[in-house]
Each structure stands twice: as structure tokens, then as C-alpha cells.
């Protein structure tokens, strides 16, 4: 089983603050998705990207597939604390499963 | 659509006691997943379904057993609960295996074995 290692592990940010978490491996992915799971809540899907370079925005979130495709990252302009929450990378582990990665907790303070 | 929903949503158990979760999903996909999560660990596959009336072991099946008898539902046992099985269990389901296999996921159970 190939390891996403992702960091940081913990953030903690005042609202308005830019960020970015990434998500890394020594593996090339045919893809990797980006989850988010809100406190007490399960895992959301955020975005999956594809293509090696490729850059993905969904509002303030800009998510990035490195050139490899062995990485990718997740900048977060303008954190508001609705964004609060557990930031997760995965990738195709097998054609019916997902591999997570530990994640990253975000805590964006008012 | 209610989605992927999840039964009980809390639970205590001592150690030696067998429970049961239910997962229930009204989205006709065929696989099913149950993860546990623990602090600083992820999301870990425990077992999972690719139909109904199959399964497959994940990454940490030792201590539960599982079946999906129908499509829409997947149960996870613990016939012998132990203290290291305090969780948050997680099922989810998803309709497309290949290239893009979104999951989607219940909001948990969270079990705590004495």
C-alpha cells in the first residue's frame, strides 16, 4: 500500500488568513481526491483531480495535481470558520477501494 | 434521499459484548465500505462489499464480521467487543468503480467499549 503523507497535521488560523495543506507521496496517481469532513459529521467529497499540472477552483478553494501526479495541495483564500474541519487526500487503492491519508485538521478561529 | 444513514449513532459497550451496526443506503449503489477512525490515524478500511451477497477484507478486519444479505444494507459485527475497538465507525457506498469512485458517507457511529 503506497503512503499519502499529508501536512501539516494541524492548522490553526485567524479568519481571513490564507493556507495551503498538501498531500504527498513517492507514488504517481492515476488520481486523487480531496475529502472534507466537518466535526461530528462524515467525509464530504471536495474535488478530483486527474491530469498531471491540473488546477481545480471551487470557490475559494484551489486545489493542484502536481506534474507528476505524486502530489497535490489545497490553498484556501480567505478562511472563513465554516472551512473548519478535517482536510483528507486519497487515492485509488484498487479499482472498488480508497486509500486515505491521515489529514490535516483545520481550525479557523472568528 | 436520505443517503447513507447509520444506526446507532452512539453506543457503550463492555468488553465481551457482541453489537451489531447498520448501514443503510438509498442511492442503488453497488459497493459498500465500513472505515474506522481514530485520533491521528485516518480513515481505515475494515471490510467492504462490491454486491450484494460478497465481501472483502480492508485494512484491519480482525475482530468483525460483516454482511450485505441486500443491496441497500451492510452490517458490521463485533462478536466479542474489546476496549481497542473504541471508534467512530464509518460507512460509506459509492456507484462507480474505475477511474473516479466517490464515496459517500454516513454520519458515523461513535462506540466506546469499557
Known amino acids: 500500500t503506497q503512503l499519502l503523507e499529508q501536512s501539516p497535521q494541524f492548522l490553526s488560523i485567524q479568519e481571513g488568513e490564507n493556507l495551503t495543506v498538501y498531500c504527498n507521496s513517492s507514488s504517481v496517481f492515476s488520481s486523487l481526491q480531496w475529502y472534507r469532513q466537518e466535526p461530528g459529521e462524515g467525509p464530504v467529497l471536495l474535488v478530483t483531480?486527474?491530469?498531471?499540472?491540473e488546477v481545480k477552483k471551487l470557490k475559494r478553494l484551489t486545489f493542484q495535481f502536481g506534474d507528476a501526479r505524486k502530489d497535490s495541495s489545497l490553498h484556501i483564500t480567505a478562511a472563513q470558520p465554516g472551512d473548519t474541519g478535517l482536510y483528507l487526500c486519497a487515492y485509488q487503492g484498487g479499482s472498488e477501494k480508497l486509500v486515505f491519508g491521515k489529514g490535516t485538521k483545520l481550525t479557523v478561529n472568528p | 434521499n436520505a443517503g447513507v444513514t447509520q444506526t446507532p449513532k452512539f453506543r457503550v459497550l463492555k468488553t465481551g459484548q457482541s453489537m451489531t451496526l447498520l448501514c443503510a443506503q438509498d442511492m442503488n449503489h453497488e459497493y459498500m465500505y465500513w472505515y474506522r477512525q481514530d485520533p491521528g490515524m485516518g480513515l481505515r478500511l475494515i471490510h467492504y462489499?462490491?454486491?450484494?451477497?460478497?465481501?472483502a477484507k480492508g485494512e484491519v478486519p480482525d475482530g468483525y464480521n460483516v454482511s450485505r444479505l441486500k443491496k441497500q444494507n451492510f452490517l458490521l459485527g463485533l462478536e466479542s467487543a474489546a476496549p481497542s475497538q473504541t471508534s467512530v465507525y464509518f460507512c460509506?457506498?459509492?456507484?462507480?468503480?474505475?477511474?473516479?469512485?466517490?464515496?459517500?458517507f454516513g454520519p458515523g457511529t461513535r462506540l466506546t467499549v469499557l
Open positions: 483531480v486527474v491530469t498531471g499540472g
Open positions: 462489499s462490491v454486491g450484494e451477497g460478497t465481501t
Open positions: 460509506a457506498s459509492s456507484y462507480l468503480a474505475g477511474t473516479y469512485n466517490e464515496q459517500f
